[in-house]
C-alpha cells in the first residue's frame, strides 16, 4: 500500500491540529461574558490560528497539486471512492472558507487582523455593521458544516482502519 509523502503526512496533522485549535479556542472565546483581556487575547489568538491555517492550506493545495496521493484501495467500491474524493474536495473548500468568513467578519466588525501581534494585514473592506452579523452566521455556518466533515472523514479512517482493514489510515500516520 502506497504511503502520502512525509510533507502531506505533516501538512495534514499540521493543519488538522491547527484547525482543532482554533475550533476549540472559538467555542471558549465566545462563552465569556464581555469583552475582557482574556477575551481579547483569544481573540487574537483564534485570528492568528486562522491565518495560519489559510497559510498552510495554501502550501498543503500546492503540494497536492505537485504530488498525486497514493490511489484509493482496490478493495474500495466505486461510491466509496466517490465519497471520498467528494469528501476531501469539501474539506479543501472549508479549509480555504472557513478563515476567509473569518477575516471578512472581522473587517466587517471594524477590527484589523495583526497577524502575530507583528504586522496588519491588508484591509480590504471597510467596516459595516450591516454586513456585520450576516458574516457572523456564515462564519459560524462553515466552521459547524467543518466540524461535521472533519467527523465524518475521523470516522471513515477509522471505519477503514478496524472494519475493513485495509491500510487506509497507516498512509497518513507519521
Not at 45 to 54: E, I, N, P, S, Y
Not at 66 to 81: E, F, I, R
Not at 153 to 158: G, K, Q, S
Amino acid at each position: 500500500m502506497q504511503r502520502y509523502t512525509t510533507t502531506a503526512i505533516i501538512l495534514h496533522w499540521l493543519t488538522a491540529l491547527l484547525i482543532i485549535s482554533a475550533f476549540i479556542m472559538g467555542l471558549v472565546m465566545v462563552d465569556i461574558p464581555g469583552l475582557t483581556p482574556t477575551k481579547l487575547k483569544y481573540f487574537s489568538w483564534h485570528k492568528w490560528l486562522g491565518v495560519t491555517v489559510l497559510a498552510i492550506a495554501a502550501i498543503r493545495l500546492l503540494w497536492r497539486k505537485a504530488n498525486v496521493p497514493p490511489p484509493h484501495p482496490a478493495s474500495m467500491v466505486a461510491w466509496q471512492k466517490k465519497a471520498a474524493d467528494a469528501m476531501h474536495v469539501l474539506l479543501y473548500i472549508l479549509i480555504f472558507a472557513v478563515p476567509v468568513s473569518g477575516y471578512l467578519y472581522t473587517l466587517a466588525a471594524g477590527v484589523p487582523v495583526v497577524y502575530l501581534g507583528l504586522f496588519q494585514l491588508p484591509v480590504i473592506m471597510a467596516p459595516n455593521p450591516e454586513l456585520k452579523p450576516l458574516l457572523k452566521d456564515i462564519h459560524y455556518v462553515l466552521n459547524m458544516t467543518m466540524a461535521a466533515a472533519v467527523a465524518a472523514h475521523v470516522l471513515a479512517a477509522l471505519k477503514h482502519q478496524f472494519i475493513d482493514r485495509d491500510g487506509v489510515l497507516k498512509r497518513m500516520l507519521p
